[in-house]
């Protein structure tokens, strides 16, 4: 996730747009239930062909999607419905979701020297709140 500056003074969080798209990408071949092709699954969902298939590709390396090469080629969901969620695909393009970075692994709090991050605990909460919404929604429940 990161922070989106829109206009003067107004500031939104959002997911990138790599993972909405994903979602897309996803939400297309669930509801389509066949093969597709990259092309048709660009054209479905609004995405650049170019954009579709480096989200495609990332999506099969997690399993949610399956590839075909040859002239049935194309691509399908990889497992049940009931098995995808929200913060499946959007772990799969953007890593964990956390509010903040302070509770990003491996991320060194800066805000007080040798003291932990008076936020780190609330901020913590929170992202797992969104992180378990995410996880309650499957795909299943969207076609």
Not at 2 to 16: E, P, Q, W
Not at 36 to 42: C, E, L, R, T
Not at 105 to 120: E, I, L, M, S
Request: charge should be positive; proline fraction near 1%.
């Amino acid at each position: 996730m990161y922070i989106n500056f829109v206009g003067i003074g107004v500031r939104k969080v959002h997911i990138t747009l790599e993972a909405d798209y994903a979602i897309r990408i996803v939400h297309c071949l669930a509801r389509e239930n066949q093969r597709m092709d990259a092309k048709s699954i660009a054209e479905a969902t609004g995405v650049t062909l170019r954009f579709s298939l480096k989200i495609l590709r990332k999506l099969v390396a997690s399993g949610i999607v399956k590839s075909f090469k040859g002239t049935q080629g194309g691509y399908e969901i990889g497992r049940p419905l009931e098995q995808i969620s929200l913060y499946d695909v959007i772990e799969t393009i953007e890593g964990e979701y956390q509010l903040n970075r302070c509770n990003c692994v491996g991320y060194v709090c800066q805000c007080k020297k040798g003291a932990p991050c008076q936020f780190k605990k609330v901020f913590g909460d929170i992202s797992k709140e969104v992180q378990k919404q995410l996880k309650a929604h499957k795909f299943s429940e969207f076609i």
